[in-house]
């Protein structure tokens, strides 16, 4: 599913209503009216006061269809206008009219903080007080208006987008901004949902078809891909009848030191587990008899030295490499390091130390073969990248060493991102349990075994990514956040495949990262 700009979503506005000859007031009464219908299908009648707020634009103007509906089906409505502006668009004029026609309690007016309503926790409140439309800091009475808000701990409905958050940048008060307990937002879902610091405003997200243009949706590249099943489908390469091992290529895993040879198992075992014909682990000496008996099925190749890596010598041809986990710093691996760099083309998958010590000589970055994974943690990505101001000054620093580079960086978190250049894929998968030691050596792992089967590096990256989630998820339903370890995730790498093929209910609404 596309991701779209505001900009964009009010592009794909304006051709609808162009191309389907139909007014704004007409788009806007189809959308509320979903809204509606979704509030009226949970509710079924209860008599709970509803507080609707509402702005004096376009969100505004979705909401006063909402309260104009709920009146007219019998519900305990209560119409607040937040008075930020003398100037007010043409839909909210109109619904503002339609809504009193009908009601008999006309809306309140909100100018100042003596106007705020009281409100008490079993209240349902909606607000429709900016939506996408913010593009301009919001006036002091106002911000305290959304702080009052939020402390009455209602259950709120945000319509489109929760009051107080851009769509593109971060909010100057990060206190005034709606938690929402839910976001119903029109059409395709919007990027502040799906980062760091502004996934955190909503924490249930359902996206609504309200039958925007379709071929402009089509046509139209969005800022971003969120990936679930659907758009991981047409990546999945099943297998022929007369395939061997030969055909799904060799990953070479290269890492451990004493003390974290557990880091460099971890990733073996998962690049055999998503399906690589052949893994080799290269360890120091003291990690010969672990990964040997914890992975039997691997190879292993040791290093002169008993404790950490020194010189990275092999006579396999791989097609993949997988580097970092467990590996340490010392000084001699980072020469090991720079002296396979000089050398190697193969593409590569690189974590934790492998990037701490790329990050410590910057020089090496360009010995990296093109189109290689690095799979920073925040740390690690700072170190490449410099620091930033807000999640967005960090996607555009991202974007630009995937570009200067030719590197694909994956950014992990909650809802992890694949950047490439300009794009940038939101996995869906995943959930708090994953927050535990080795989760990212798992991960490394699953991307150098895909790569080894033939799937490029982006493609790799973007499904390995996706499955690491489902697997994760999968393996919470036995055990729960507090319990999930890394190599339950290994465990369940198989059961993520068959996913894949299960069929899901499309009505389903997504929630933000955690599904």
Excluded at 324 to 349: A, C, I, N, Q, Y
Aim: proline share 4%; net charge negative; with cysteine.
């Amino acid at each position: 599913m596309k991701i779209f700009s505001a900009e964009q979503m009010r592009a794909a506005d304006a051709v609808t209503i162009q191309n389907n000859q139909i007014s704004s007031l007409d788009l806007m009464e189809h959308a509320a009216t979903q809204i509606f219908n979704l509030i009226h299908q949970r509710l079924q009648g209860a008599q709970i006061p509803i507080h609707v707020f509402c702005g004096i634009g376009k969100n505004g103007g979705d909401g006063l269809v909402i309260s104009r509906l709920l009146v007219e089906y019998g519900y305990n409505v209560h119409t607040h206008i937040v008075n930020f502006s003398e100037k007010r668009s043409k839909e909210f004029l109109v619904n503002y009219d339609r809504l009193k026609a009908i009601s008999k309690e006309w809306p309140s007016q909100i100018k100042c903080e003596d106007d705020f309503p009281e409100l008490n926790k079993e209240d349902l409140v909606i607000d429709a007080i900016f939506g996408i439309g913010l593009n301009r800091p919001i006036v002091d009475w106002v911000k305290t208006l959304i702080k009052h808000i939020n402390a009455a701990r209602c259950f709120t409905l945000a319509v489109d987008l929760p009051s107080g958050l851009y769509t593109d940048k971060m909010p100057e008060d990060r206190e005034a901004v709606i938690y929402a307990s839910i976001t119903i937002t029109f059409q395709l879902p919007k990027l502040v949902f799906f980062l760091p610091e502004t996934g955190i405003y909503t924490h249930e997200l359902e996206v609504i078809n309200i039958g925007l243009d379709s071929m402009f949706l089509q046509q139209t590249p969005g800022i971003a891909q969120l990936i679930a099943k659907h758009e991981v489908m047409p990546i999945y390469r099943p297998r022929h009848k007369y395939a061997h091992k030969g055909d799904f290529g060799h990953v070479l895993a290269i890492g451990g030191s004493y003390g974290k040879i557990g880091s460099i198992t971890l990733t073996t075992e998962a690049a055999l587990r998503i399906g690589a014909g052949l893994t080799t682990a290269y360890v120091p000496e003291c990690g010969y008899d672990i990964v040997q008996t914890a992975v039997p099925e691997a190879m292993v190749i040791t290093d002169d030295e008993d404790d950490y890596i020194i010189e990275i010598k092999y006579d396999i041809k791989p097609s993949v490499i997988a580097l970092g986990p467990g590996m340490g710093t010392h000084d001699k691996t980072k020469e090991s390091l720079k002296k396979l760099l000089k050398d190697v083309e193969t593409p590569m998958v690189i974590d934790a130390d492998g990037i701490n010590m790329i990050a410590s000589d910057k020089e090496l970055i360009s010995s990296i073969p093109k189109g290689s994974v690095l799979t920073p943690h925040p740390k690690e990505l700072m170190r490449l990248i410099g620091s930033w101001e807000g999640d967005f000054d960090k996607l555009e620093k991202a974007k630009a060493f995937s570009t200067t580079h030719d590197l694909i960086l994956i950014i992990k978190g909650a809802n992890t991102l694949t950047i490439y250049k300009d794009q940038i894929f939101v996995n869906t998968t995943g959930n708090p349990g994953m927050a535990t030691a080795g989760s990212g050596d798992v991960l490394t792992g699953m991307i150098a075994g895909l790569v080894a089967q033939g799937y490029n590096t982006l493609e790799a990256a973007v499904f390995a990514v996706y499955l690491h989630g489902s697997a994760g998820d999968l393996a919470i339903q036995e055990l729960g956040y507090q319990a999930l370890l890394a190599r339950d995730i290994i465990k369940n790498i198989g059961k993520s495949f068959i996913e894949l093929f299960k069929v899901t209910n499309p009505n389903t609404p997504q929630q933000n990262g955690q599904q």
